[in-house]
């Protein structure tokens, strides 16, 4: 009996079609579409251009300045942001954190206020942002080229916009930086302000990882207490690969770090940087770049200096504006430094509801404190110290 089979034996000599060719042909199409339309999407929302400043109905203010400016500084080409509803108001130059972070881009996601006040300057340090340069030699990643830099800025800011002195305010590694510059050079700048105050970086990590695994033992989080445990910190061996590892998901975790809502450095500082529009794409590479580049440079020294230990004077007022749940730069170390300095006024700012970066997280209060206080020479604003 013949057989019927539904089955066809191929002929000799002859292949079958291959059924998964087209599945493979539109897998990888999809694929190959999808990243088109990514990188149409990341050029769409990298023009390069900041914001224009709004009123409150959503409008453009007719007369303010919002603007990209590259000026070579000590030789190097560096770029800022400058920001304000009337270029008449004071200038206040930010120093940004990192070292090498720019953080313009937290405006955006926590915006400040700060161009109604001022005339704001977002400047990418040497090395930074806008200011990266492959070519850039290592030899000048220096404390002392970045003070330099920072006196050639406050310069450049004094002449455009015919101030004979400016707030001078850092974050983080930007106050650290910025209490040099105002040591070094009082006579440019009529105030101080530093946020998140570091004195002496590798201090402050050994008290943030003793209060991050007491914290996290409290919490009943054994395998986040057995990883600090096997990521140590000691001011003799100073921060081991496990913990630098580490450290950012652990304060995040317990809102201690950047911000108190921040829980990821995913989503709280990568993805809002790709999405700033003030910067290019070529641009935000160099974010990323600038900050590997900086931190190679910088950070061990920055580890390993004590402010307490070089300076005790300031001739202008000084001013500290600290998170209450802080612990990347240790509070108690910045209160310390800021009853032993000297100077001719004082105020000491305890934000309540903040962790790393009281203007972006109480942008109304600290808004409050620089027209009030810093720009009047006062301090009736700041905390009652003992």
């Given at each position: 009996?013949?057989?019927?089979?539904?089955?066809?034996?191929?002929t000799?000599?002859?292949?079958?079609?291959?059924?998964?060719?087209?599945?493979?042909?539109?897998?990888?199409?999809?694929?190959?579409?999808?990243l088109i339309?990514?990188?149409?999407?990341l050029?769409?929302?990298?023009p390069?251009?900041?914001?224009?400043?709004l009123?409150?109905?959503?409008?453009?203010i007719?007369?303010?300045?919002?603007?990209?400016?590259f000026?070579?500084?000590?030789?190097?080409?560096?770029?800022?942001?400058?920001?304000?509803a009337?270029?008449a108001?004071?200038v206040l130059?930010?120093?940004?954190?990192?070292?090498g972070?720019?953080?313009f881009?937290?405006?955006?996601?926590?915006?400040?206020?700060?161009?109604?006040?001022?005339?704001?300057?977002?400047w990418?340090?040497?090395?930074?942002?806008?200011?990266?340069?492959?070519?850039?030699?290592?030899?000048?990643?220096?404390?002392?080229?970045?003070?330099?830099?920072?006196v050639a800025?406050?310069?450049?800011?004094?002449?455009?916009?015919?101030?004979?002195?400016?707030?001078?305010l850092?974050?983080?590694?930007?106050?650290f930086?910025?209490?040099?510059?105002?040591?070094?050079?009082p006579?440019r700048?009529?105030?101080?302000?530093?946020?998140?105050q570091?004195?002496?970086?590798?201090?402050?990590?050994t008290?943030?990882?003793?209060?991050?695994?007491?914290?996290?033992?409290?919490?009943?989080?054994?395998?986040?207490v057995g990883?600090?445990?096997?990521?140590p910190?000691?001011?003799?061996?100073?921060l081991?690969?496990?913990?630098?590892?580490?450290?950012?998901?652990?304060?995040?975790?317990?809102?201690?770090?950047?911000?108190r809502?921040?829980?990821?450095?995913?989503?709280g500082?990568?993805?809002?940087?790709?999405?700033?529009?003030?910067?290019?794409?070529?641009?935000?590479?160099?974010?990323?770049?600038?900050?590997?580049?900086s931190?190679?440079?910088?950070?061990?020294?920055?580890?390993?200096?004590d402010l307490?230990?070089?300076?005790d004077?300031?001739?202008?007022?000084f001013?500290?504006?600290?998170?209450?749940?802080d612990?990347?730069?240790?509070?108690?170390?910045?209160?310390?430094?800021?009853?032993?300095i000297?100077?001719?006024l004082?105020?000491?700012?305890?934000?309540?509801?903040?962790?790393h970066?009281?203007?972006?997280?109480?942008?109304?209060?600290?808004?409050?404190?620089?027209?009030?206080?810093?720009?009047?020479?006062r301090?009736?604003l700041?905390?009652?110290?003992?």
């Open positions: 009996m013949p057989r019927n089979d539904s089955f066809d034996a191929p000799p000599g002859k292949r079958r079609p291959d059924r998964l060719g087209p599945v493979v042909m539109w897998f990888f199409g999809a694929v190959l579409l999808t339309a990514a990188a149409a999407g050029l769409w929302i990298s390069g251009r900041p914001a224009p400043v009123d409150t109905e959503g409008r453009p007719p007369g303010s300045l919002s603007e990209r400016v000026v070579e500084i000590n030789g190097v080409r560096q770029g800022m942001i400058v920001q304000s009337d270029a108001n004071p130059l930010f120093l940004h954190g990192g070292p972070m720019p953080e881009f937290l405006n955006g996601t926590h915006p400040t206020g700060l161009e109604r006040d001022f005339t704001v300057v977002w990418d340090q040497r090395g930074a942002g806008l200011s990266f340069d492959p070519g850039l030699q290592p030899e000048s990643m220096t404390f002392e080229h970045l003070i330099a830099d920072t800025v406050a310069d450049y800011l004094r002449d455009r916009f015919g101030q004979d002195r400016i707030v001078l850092g974050h983080s590694w930007g106050s930086l910025g209490l040099l510059v105002a040591a070094r050079a006579d700048f009529r105030a101080y302000v530093g946020m998140a570091a004195v002496h970086q590798l201090r402050s990590e008290l943030a990882h003793a209060a991050m695994l007491a914290a996290y033992r409290a919490r009943g989080d054994a395998a986040m990883r600090l445990e096997a990521a910190v000691s001011m003799e061996l100073g081991s690969d496990d913990y630098m590892r580490l450290r950012d998901p652990a304060m995040h975790g317990l809102g201690v770090g950047t911000t809502d921040m829980r990821s450095v995913i989503t500082v990568f993805l809002p940087v790709w999405r700033e529009p003030a910067y290019t794409v070529r641009e935000k590479v160099s974010v990323w770049r600038g900050l590997r580049w931190r190679r440079h910088l950070w061990d020294e920055f580890l390993a200096t307490g230990t070089r300076i004077r300031l001739e202008i007022p001013y500290l504006l600290i998170g209450r749940h612990l990347t730069a240790n509070p108690e170390l910045a209160r310390a430094l800021f009853e032993r000297e100077a001719p004082k105020g000491f700012y305890t934000f309540e509801n903040s962790a970066s009281p203007l972006f997280e109480e942008p109304e209060r600290a808004r409050q404190i620089l027209r009030e206080d810093v720009l009047t020479g301090a009736k700041a905390d009652k110290l003992r």
